[in-house]
Nanobody, 120 residues
Framework: VQLQAFGGGLVQAGGSLRLSCEPS????????MGWFRQAAGKEREFVAA??????GGYYADSVKGRFTISKDNNGVYLQMNNLKPEDTAVYYC????????????????WGQGTLVTVSS
């Protein structure tokens, strides 16, 4: 399974972006989906996860109340509002067995990254 992420770009602080991630090739099995990010010089960190059912979501404390993860039959999405310069990073989508594993960095499939740059 290949995951294709897109939607990154340059935005001013306080602005919004919506990231999308869609599987290419064969359909994605019933995996939980999530987003991670990696800022320059830092380790990759968990951002958000959603179960295969699409009900509920889990978020890193740093993005709670500003980011929303969702999914449909076509892929998984990350709506990012009130962006801050510290949100600048390469964002990766990921698939895993369940949200608990994803939140702990246990990923079955990684997508390629999409760069989000937030200017102050």
């Amino acid at each position: 399974v290949q995951l294709q992420a897109f939607g990154g770009g340059l935005v001013q602080a306080g602005g919004s972006l919506r990231l999308s991630c869609e599987p290419s090739g064969r359909p994605l099995p019933s995996y939980a989906m999530g987003w991670f990010r990696q800022a320059a010089g830092k380790e990759r960190e968990f951002v958000a996860a959603i179960p295969w059912s699409g009900i509920g979501g889990y978020y890193a404390d740093s993005v709670k109340g500003r980011f929303t993860i969702s999914k449909d039959n076509n892929g998984v999405y990350l709506q990012m509002n009130n962006l801050k310069p510290e949100d600048t990073a390469v964002y990766y989508c990921a698939a895993g067995s369940d949200t608990t594993r994803l939140r702990n960095g246990v990923v079955r499939y990684w997508g390629q990254g999409t760069l989000v740059t937030v200017s102050s």
